[in-house]
């Protein structure tokens, strides 16, 4: 099931002399499970992609779907409302509030909201991100690793359609980068969530099922290194031990979770 679709997405800052084509047509569609690394120099329109899927921005020309949903369709109310339910941002600095505790901060989608959160579900993310005994602290008492898993345990409490990953690691020493990197496979692969993650390293873009390479805004590279394994619209990552996706779309944002890891 195809989860996200950009067609002719172009984007265009500034105007007269100033003006940058940060991207210029991209065609892109990704399937749910779908685990994408994008690669790329500075400059070749990454973050700009990634902040227009996540509705952070809007592009100059074309249309962007997401689960179905037309972006250029939403209002400012809409579009936040998008952006806390249906993708998840990481970024490089973890953006955690400093006078919230980690709990709260994982929570904070869902609170704005209104929600409670499935408890088994809440409990299952942050042990699987290990950082169960953190909860109560406050985010500067965390390493930066640990703060990044922090980061990801609230990108993934409303299970978005997509995890919008804009170089989580690039702050964060190597034995820190394994364990963020092994998370997000984790959840690709146990929740079958979707990811596109970037990335100027690699070998981490090798760990991917497929790798987009972005030049000067346009896409010059689709390599597809893995067929995903979970078949979309069915059980499969259910009984891989994830989260029943369709209590999620039942309105009352309740989480129920089968037995397993994360
Ligand atoms: N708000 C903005 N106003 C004007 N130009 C911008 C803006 N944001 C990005 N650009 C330009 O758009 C182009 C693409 O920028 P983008 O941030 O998407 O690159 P990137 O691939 O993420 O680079 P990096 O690897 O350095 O993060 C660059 O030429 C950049 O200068
Ligand atoms: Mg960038």
Redesign the pocket.
Known sequence: MEILKCEKVRKI??SGASQ?T?LDGIDLSVNRGEFVAVL?V????????LHILGTVDQPTEGKVSVDGIDLSLLNRTQSAIFRRRKVGLVYQFYNLIPTLTVRRNILMPLALDRKAPDQGYFEKLVASLGIADKLDAMPSQLSGGQQQRAAIARALIYRPALLLADEPTGNLDQRNTREVIDMLKLSNRNLNQTILL?T?DEQIALEADRVLV?EDGRIVGDEQKRTTTAQPGTDSDIAAGGYDRRAAADGHGRHTTAEGRL
Not at 42 to 49: A, H, V
């Open positions: 800052y500034g940058v940060a790329g500075s400059g070749s329109g990454k973050s700009t992609l970037i100027h972005l």
